[in-house]
C-alpha cells in the first residue's frame, strides 16, 4: 500500500500523536510513514528504505512521527503490537513505570463492564499529564543544565502538590462515574423488573 492510499485510508491507526484514532486530523499533519513487518520479525521502513529495529521505531514515538506497521503479506495494522513491545522492552530494562500492582489491576479490567471507559479514562490522564508537561518544558526555554536543576528543585513541591491534587480530582471523578454507572444500572433493572 502507498503512503498516499494509507494516508487517506479512514481505517488507519496513527502512532506517536496524541489522539491517535482520528485519522483525519492526523492525515493534514503530513504523509504517514509506512513500516512493513516480515515473518522473520524484521520491520522495513518505506520511507527510508531500510531495514529497522524497535529501538528506531521507538525514536520515532519520541519524535511525534506519524507511523503505521503493517503486517507486509496481509497488510493487517499491527501498529498496537509493535507500541507494547516497545512498553514491554521499556518496562523490562532499566526503571519500570508500572508497579505489579498497577500491571495487575489493568489487567482485571479486561472483561470488566468497565473496560471501555477505563481506556478511555487512562487515556486522558496520560494527555492531561502531557499537556502539563509541555508546559513545563515552554516555561523553562533557554535555562542552562544548572539553572534547569534550580528550577526542578523549587517547582518539586510544587508539582508534587498539584499531582496530589490532581490525583484526588481524578479519583473523585472515577468514584461519581462508578456510582453514577450503578444508579443507572440499578434503574434499568428495576425498569426491567429485575431486582439485584
Known sequence: MSRTKASASKAESFAGQPGAEKPDSAAKAGPVRVIKKYPNRRLYDTDTSAYITLSDVRELVMAGALFVVRDAKSGEDLTRSILLQIILEEESGGVPMFTEAVLANIIRFYGNALQGFMGAYLE?????????QTKMSEQSKGLSPEMWAQFMNAQSPMMQGMMGTYVEQSKTVFTQMQEQMQKQSEQM????????
Open 124 to 132: 486522558k490522564n496520560v494527555q492531561s499529564f502531557m499537556d502539563l
Open 189 to 196: 433493572l428495576s425498569a426491567l423488573g429485575l431486582k439485584r
